[in-house]
């Protein structure tokens, strides 16, 4: 009988390494899977009548096609979503070919349901179908504005083109939830009509529903990289590259940054290396070209991979300590408000907490969490309708808005996933 069991076994272990090996051989190479699709996703940012940053998207387009021919060609695949007016949009893929910069477009859109999760999905979908990756890595253009929720913005944002008008010059205050026009910086969706801003967690949830973890998420928009936004994309991206502070019109460098955001493996401090240098430099030149002034600017590399641990020191500082109003005024602002939202979070805690191995350990974390940052000495605001420059003594690389008595905040940041994670 054991006899009988043994041959029976070294049959099924027979037939067993036929199939395997079968199996083995009808495999995919890996090696012939295309290793990244970099997705450039840029709605429209103006409304029904106003083109928004539409010809500085193009702009960036034309400085990403000039990198590409810059490298003769590209690695992986580079996919386009553009929309050219607030009802019309089209997913192209570009190419290289015989020295020449191609458009191969996909699909044509009509409509806004992109900024839903349910019309971002779509697009994150027929992106799959047609350039499937081992990797992808998503770029969007356009304007930010943090963490905050849209439906927070008091009449968002028509009571801001107000602040514009003739009657309004030489009145800086502005109130609270009242959307600042962006004449110069950038600030995700649209300023200019609530019917094409987004909300983080419908990007969030799309992806994680489309399956396509991104290797990593760059916002080209003004006040991206806070923590509270990290933790609504945890499950979304590895890396989150994004300003803490405003982002100019013109947006990112893409001919300097692209050898570095198109690499299989993305060279994250080159790109921030690389950013910080260019706006070390920029100038904007007034007065018939005779003055100038150099607005700087900000880039951190965020892993949100690491965000838990950060999170879980947060909540014991949380569970001890509070701000002291007398040292309001001391944390370090990032944001040119008037009733400000975003502060950066390491002055925010190096003020808050008072026990010295608590602050160690919240150090330790942040630098697992801020892998790379750059900042000017100054960064530059024209939220309102003198511009100005923020100096710069404190960076940590990622903002905080737990102190903003700004009512936005006040409103939104206990809906956050951060919030009620360390609270």
Known sequence: MKHRIFLFLFACVSMLSLVLTSCSDDSVDVNTINKQTILIFMPWSGSQSGVGLYNELKENLDSIESAIVDEKGMNGRVLVFLSKSSQSSSLY???YENGQIEHHTIKEYT???????QGMLQILNDVKANAYALNYAMIIGGHGSGWTFKEDWNNYPFNAKAYGSAAA????????????IYSQTRFFGSVSDMNYAFNITD???AIQQAGMKMQYILFDDCYMANVETAYMLKDATNYLIASTSEVMAMGMPYRELWSNLAKS?????????SFHSFYSNYRIYYGNNTKYIIPGGALSAIDCRNLEQLATVMKEINSHYTLADSLRDSVQVLDGFNNHLFYDMGSYVDHVCQNANLKSDFHSALDNVVKYKQATDSV???IY?????IPVKTFSGITISDM???SVAVKGREKTAWWRRTH
């Open 385 to 389: 309708y003198s511009a100005y420059s």
């Open 203 to 205: 990007l969030a949830d």
């Open 380 to 382: 530059f605001t024209n």
């Open 169 to 180: 010059k030489g009145n800086k205050a502005v109130a609270d939830g009242v959307l600042p």
């Open 111 to 117: 409509g806004n349901e992109y900024d839903t999760t």
């Open 93 to 95: 893929e570009i190419t």
């Open 265 to 273: 493996t993305p060279g994250y401090e080159g790109i921030i290396n």
């Open 404 to 406: 903003s008595l700004n």
